[in-house]
């Protein structure tokens, strides 16, 4: 073998070794940029998940303050609501007292409502002896229907004989100066108890305005909820 056949093989080898260094070096790029890939698409994935986690996170933040937002918008409209039947309440209970006070303004009225109150007093109460206090500005008017009210209340009751009627010296108090008075008044009406003021009844009008309200309060505040559905 010559030289330039040597030559020639060299080349040939050096030839070889290149394709084959080339196609190994292809080999690791095209490798290398899979692998870039799989590892950039991993990462794309990852980034996905966590954009999408704080999507929902935020998401549900934003719900649940709209739902804290609704709750607290509806609790102030009841509130409200509450607040409005209350003062429509306190207005009719109060337009009731003012009626109280014109019926005890009225003489002839009053009188005739004054007999039926003692004597159902005396019922109630059932004592041989009573004590009755009264306004001071009713004490001749509530002595002018004593002795009716008896007899009604021994036909009542079918007993021999009246119960004592002492009218006290100690007075209820007087109606309000003004509408408006904060001061402790009484709208009329009696108060009886037994001699040893063990059994007290009170028949004032004021307190029977509050057991008739207290006892009509339900039905007043479903008609007030009927009139504020319609």
Do not use: W
Not at 195 to 223: C, H, M, S, W, Y
């Amino acid at each position: 073998m010559n030289d330039g056949d040597v030559s020639r093989q060299i080349q040939q080898m050096v030839r070889f070794i290149r394709q084959e260094a080339e196609e190994k070096s292809n080999e690791i790029s095209v490798s290398a940029e899979e692998e870039f890939n799989i590892e950039k698409l991993q990462l794309v994935e990852v980034e996905r998940k966590k954009i999408k986690q704080e999507y929902e996170r935020k998401r549900k933040q934003v719900e649940v303050r709209k739902k804290i937002e609704y709750s607290m918008q509806l609790n102030a409209s009841r509130i409200k609501v509450l607040q409005a039947q209350d003062d429509l309440v306190n207005s009719i209970k109060e337009s009731a007292r003012k009626a109280l006070l014109r019926l005890s303004s009225d003489q002839k009225g009053y009188k005739n409502l004054l007999k039926p109150l003692i004597v159902q007093s005396l019922i109630r109460l059932r004592e041989p002896a009573v004590l009755l206090r009264c306004r001071e500005a009713d004490r001749k008017v509530v002595e002018s229907v004593l002795e009716e009210a008896k007899r009604e209340y021994v036909d009542k009751i079918k007993v021999q004989s009246p119960p004592k009627i002492t009218v006290d010296n100690v007075y209820l108090p007087p109606p309000p100066t003004t509408a408006d008075s904060h001061e402790t008044y009484c709208s009329g009406g009696v108060v009886l108890a037994s001699e040893d003021g063990k059994i007290v009844f009170e028949n004032t009008l004021d307190a029977r305005l509050d057991v008739a309200f207290r006892q009509k309060l339900p039905e007043i505040r479903r008609r007030l909820v009927g009139q504020a559905g319609h």
